[in-house]
């Protein structure tokens, strides 16, 4: 698949299945298991996979448009995909003794039959998800884990969790390490309703594991590698993802307003909204400004991360961090550019100013990337 054919797929996928039920599915907080099964069909699910497993092999340039194009259509989808694919990473990038276990899993993913996601941040850490609270204990040829797990985006959906906890002997709070757990693994379970302000249908709920037994042949990463695989290999992706989740609500919010303000008149003047009040005009304008600035810091970060240079973690971090200010921004005007319309629900536009919200909350917090930035131009160590 290229990058055209998979872009061109997901926005199929957006039109025909997400954007029609995008908003039952928030109002009733479901998650949608048929839009799984499109991105699955369409081969979308191995897109940064190896063609060796069935996947496309393709790129972050492309899963940040695939993102968005999903995120204009459905946050709740994109953001689904988004763990997903993280989750994927993690497993693909697992230690070489891992690989006979992983192999079929991977297999099914290719395949599109099988949905991963992270189960990293845990009720005692709460944002800090690099310091988990629990500790994986040894247990003969391999551990048992015991973990609060406070989100975890496709709770009781997906087909895996990558799980972290504190390695056996780990001495520091970053001493992580991080294990592949089958959906059906005996003492996992989904531990709560998710009925979240925004994203409602993407079932982030707190998944308990209650002394579950995980073999040698499930660890991911090393002992106390944990912390490295966050830092390395989910990090980048998750900061482009979230951003491009990002990049598609403002994009449907700078469409909703527009359609909005060509729709809707003021009958009395004979003149639709947009015609009849330069304020509104400039709010878009404000909103379609933000728009096309996260868009080309988007395809910057792309770059850094395609070509790694010095400043490339600042890129990843930075990215993150405006993304959410602008998704809240954009989606906020939108909100007062609309007026009552958007208020009393009558638009999207209040879905996609509450979906918005979850980007700058989502670990690592736009608080803590303006912390880690501001540490690191000082030199000051980040951890
Ligand atoms: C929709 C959704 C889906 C999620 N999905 C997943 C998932 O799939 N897997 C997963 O592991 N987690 C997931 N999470 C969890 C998420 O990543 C965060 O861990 C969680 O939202 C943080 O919760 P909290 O506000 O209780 O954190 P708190 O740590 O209590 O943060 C409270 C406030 O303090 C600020 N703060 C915290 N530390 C600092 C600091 N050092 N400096 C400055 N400010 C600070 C934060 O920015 C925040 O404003 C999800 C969360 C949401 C909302």
Same mark, same amino acid.
């Given at each position: ?122 009720? %005692? ?66 531990? %709560? ?76 003047? %004979? ?94 917090? %736009? ?17």
């Amino acid at each position: 698949m290229t990058h055209d054919a998979a872009v061109l797929k997901a926005g199929e996928i957006a039109s025909r299945v997400l954007a029609p039920s995008a908003s039952l599915n928030d109002k009733a907080g479901r998650f949608s298991a048929e839009a799984v099964q499109s991105l699955g069909d369409a081969g979308l699910l191995g897109l940064l996979l190896p063609a060796s497993f069935g996947g496309s092999g393709l790129g972050p340039r492309t899963f940040a448009a695939v993102t968005a194009t999903l995120a204009e259509a459905d946050a709740s989808v994109a953001m689904v995909y988004l763990m997903h694919v993280l989750g994927t990473a993690c497993i693909s990038a697992a230690r070489p003794s891992a690989a006979p276990a992983l192999t079929p899993i991977l297999e099914a993913i290719g395949a599109g039959r099988h949905l991963s996601t992270l189960a990293f941040s845990e009720a %005692g850490s709460r944002s800090h998800f690099w310091a988990p609270i629990s500790r994986a204990h040894r247990n003969g040829n391999g551990v048992r884990i015991s973990a609060k797990k406070s989100w975890v985006t496709s709770a009781g959906h997906a087909q895996s969790y990558v799980v972290s906890a504190l390695a056996p002997e780990g001495a520091g709070p970053t001493d992580s390490t991080l294990y592949f757990l089958a959906a059906e693994t005996r003492g996992l379970s989904v531990d %709560g309703p998710w009925d979240g302000l925004g994203l409602r249908a993407n079932a982030s709920a707190p998944v308990a594991l209650n002394d579950c037994e995980v073999s040698l042949e499930f660890q991911l990463t090393d002992d106390s590698a944990g912390f490295s695989a966050m830092l390395n290999v989910v990090l980048p992706l998750f900061c482009l993802g979230t951003a491009a989740v990002a990049l598609g609500l403002c994009r449907a919010a700078v469409a909703g307003t527009a359609a909005h303000l060509k729709n809707a008149k003021f009958e009395h003047l %004979g003149q639709s909204l947009g015609e009849s009040l330069p304020t509104l005009r400039a709010q878009l304008a404000a909103m379609q400004i933000d728009t096309s600035g996260l868009a080309a810091r988007i395809d910057d970060l792309v770059e850094h991360l395609e070509k790694p240079r010095e400043t490339t973690m600042l890129r990843v971090l930075e990215s993150k961090a405006a993304a959410g200010d602008i998704a809240i921004r954009v989606t906020s005007t939108a909100m007062r550019t609309c007026g009552g319309a958007a208020f009393s629900k009558h638009l999207s536009i209040e879905r996609l100013f509450r979906d918005a919200h979850a980007g700058a909350v989502m670990a690592p917090t %736009g608080d803590v990337l303006r912390e880690f930035i501001g540490k690191a131009l000082l030199g000051i160590p980040l951890f």
